[in-house]
C-alpha cells in the first residue's frame, strides 16, 4: 500500500490549476487552503480552511483577523497566524509603495480593499475620507476620530476639509462598525445627504458613503436605504 497521504494528491491537482489559472479559477477556500498548505505541511487542511472562512465570515475577514484571534482556533498555531498575517502585509506594503504616487482608485473593487486594510482591525468606530483628482487617484486621506458608539462627523467640518485642498474632483466617505452590522443609521443617511448636497455646491461629487465591518464594505448610495434627495432636509 502507498504511503502518500490521500490529500496530497488533491493538493497538487491545487497547485496545478492555481499555475493554470490563477484565483480565478479557485473558490476562496481553495485558495485559504492552498495558503495554509505551506504552513501545515502534513495534514488536510481543507476542513481548516472552511472553518476559517466560517468564522470570520470572507477570505477578507479571515487575512484580517489579529494574531490572538487566530490563535483561538483549533489547528492554528503561531507558525501558521504568521503566514496569514504576513499575505496581510505584504499586500498592504505594496499599497502603501502606491501611495507616493496616489493609488487608482477608480473602482469600488480598489476602493474596498483600500477600505479594508485601513479598517481591519480598528475596535473603535471613525470615518475616513479620501479626497480624489479628476483621474480618480488619491490626493489626501483624513481622519476623523468617534467612539464605539458614534462618529463625530459634521459635513459642515468635511466641507472645510476639502476646500482646503486644490484640485479635488471627488471624494469617498467611509465609516467602521466594529460589532458588524451592515445597515446604515439614520444618522448616517441624514451625514451622506447633507454632504452630497454640500458638495454638489462647489462641484464636487460624493463619489459613495462605505460602512466598513471586519469582512464587508456596504455602500449606502447605492443600497434600498438612500433616497437621494433634491434637497436635503435640514
Known amino acids: 500500500m502507498s504511503d502518500i497521504p490521500d490529500y496530497y494528491g488533491h493538493r497538487q491537482r491545487l497547485k496545478e490549476r492555481f499555475l493554470r489559472t490563477g484565483e480565478s479559477g479557485?473558490?476562496?477556500?481553495?485558495?485559504?487552503?492552498?495558503?495554509?498548505?505551506?504552513?501545515?505541511?502534513?495534514k488536510d487542511v481543507k476542513p481548516l480552511a472552511k472553518g476559517l472562512l466560517r468564522k470570520f465570515h470572507s477570505l477578507q475577514g479571515?487575512?484580517?483577523?489579529?494574531?490572538?484571534?487566530?490563535?483561538?482556533i483549533k489547528g492554528i498555531s503561531t507558525h501558521t497566524a504568521i503566514l496569514l498575517q504576513l499575505g496581510r502585509s505584504v499586500f498592504s506594503r505594496c499599497l502603501q509603495h502606491d501611495?507616493?504616487?496616489?493609488?487608482?482608485?477608480?473602482?469600488?473593487?480598489?476602493?474596498?480593499?483600500?477600505?479594508?486594510?485601513?479598517?481591519?482591525?480598528?475596535?473603535?468606530?471613525?470615518?475616513?475620507?479620501?479626497l480624489l483628482n479628476s483621474k480618480n487617484r488619491l490626493v489626501e486621506k483624513l481622519t476623523f476620530p468617534g467612539n464605539k458608539d458614534l462618529v463625530f462627523c459634521d459635513p459642515q467640518e468635511i466641507l472645510q476639509s476639502v476646500l482646503?485642498?486644490?484640485?479635488?474632483?471627488?471624494?469617498?466617505?467611509?465609516?467602521?462598525?466594529?460589532?458588524?452590522s451592515e445597515i446604515p443609521s439614520p444618522?448616517?443617511?441624514?451625514?451622506?445627504?447633507?454632504?452630497?448636497?454640500?458638495?454638489?455646491?462647489?462641484?464636487?461629487?460624493?463619489?459613495?458613503?462605505?460602512?466598513?465591518t471586519r469582512s464587508k464594505c456596504i455602500p449606502i448610495m447605492d443600497s434600498q436605504f438612500f433616497q437621494p434627495l433634491e434637497m436635503p432636509d435640514f
Do not use: W
Not at 100 to 122: A, E, H, I
Not at 192 to 209: A, M, S, Y
Open 26 to 42: 479557485m473558490s476562496d477556500h481553495e485558495l485559504l487552503e492552498l495558503l495554509l498548505c505551506y504552513a501545515i505541511p502534513r
Open 62 to 72: 479571515v487575512l484580517m483577523a489579529d494574531t490572538k484571534e487566530l490563535l483561538l
Open 99 to 130: 501611495l507616493d504616487l496616489g493609488p487608482l482608485l477608480d473602482t469600488n473593487l480598489s476602493l474596498t480593499l483600500y477600505l479594508q486594510l485601513q479598517f481591519g482591525n480598528s475596535r473603535k468606530e471613525q470615518a475616513i475620507l479620501l
Open 164 to 180: 482646503f485642498h486644490r484640485n479635488i474632483a471627488s471624494v469617498v466617505l467611509a465609516h467602521n462598525h466594529p460589532q458588524g
Open 187 to 212: 444618522n448616517d443617511i441624514a451625514v451622506t445627504r447633507k454632504l452630497q448636497f454640500l458638495l454638489k455646491e462647489v462641484n464636487i461629487t460624493l463619489k459613495e458613503h462605505f460602512i466598513v
